[in-house]
């Protein structure tokens, strides 16, 4: 198979011969060569897209929300895409997040935690814990989570803590939402009726 300095050579010979190539083939061909060259490749437009998320997932160690993320690149004047773009590409805003720290696996960069506070394990959830993970999720993010959701929150929480030397975020994994309460459908009804009840006590309680 011939290398790219030989394909180049034949291109070459057979543009300056007018009467194999005329000037508009030639032209077509400048274009088209022009256009292959200007195109970034998937990693600039995948790292393009995703810098300034990963970015505050780095510097904060915590999921951002919509409206983080958008403050952030308002203030920062970014030519980041707009959160409903990166929606649109992964799904979902958590999908974009998750999207963020595969890019982060993949450059190499060591994935051990560089901080104590993640060696042995964790200290087991209370039932309470559990229902103010899922409250708090909803508080942040502005709508119930479904245990996907919920599962990859978690996940991409204790790797950007991890990652930054912040306290491990107390997000209980699927183990944990099983042994406590069976299904999550049964832990989201919980915190759904807890948080219900916060509610109804604080309104109580105001004048």
Do not use: K
Request: hydrophobic share 40%; aromatic share 8%.
């Amino acid at each position: 198979m011939p290398d790219a300095s030989e394909v180049a050579f034949v291109l070459a010979e057979l543009v300056s011969d007018r009467t194999a190539f005329p000037d508009d083939a030639a032209s077509d061909l400048r274009r088209v060569l022009g256009h292959r060259i200007a195109t970034p490749t998937p990693a600039v437009l995948r790292y393009d897209r995703l810098q300034l998320l990963l970015s505050m997932l780095l510097d904060d160690g915590v999921v951002p929300t919509v409206d983080e993320y958008t403050a952030r690149r308002i203030a920062c004047r970014s030519d980041a895409p707009a959160s409903s773009t990166l929606i649109n590409a992964y799904g979902h805003w958590l999908g974009a997040c998750r999207a963020a720290w595969r890019f982060v696996d993949r450059t190499g960069h060591p994935s051990v935690p560089h901080t104590l506070r993640y060696a042995g394990p964790h200290e087991a959830y209370t039932l309470r814990e559990i229902l103010d993970a899922i409250i708090r999720f909803r508080t942040r993010f502005g709508d119930w989570p479904t245990q996907w959701e919920f599962i990859e929150w978690g996940q991409i929480e204790r790797r950007a803590a991890g990652r930054t030397g912040a306290p491990g975020p107390r997000i209980p994994a699927a183990g944990s939402l099983a042994r406590a309460f069976g299904t999550f459908p049964r832990a989201l009804a919980a915190a759904q009726r807890s948080e219900g009840d916060i509610r109804d006590l604080r309104g109580r309680r105001d004048p």
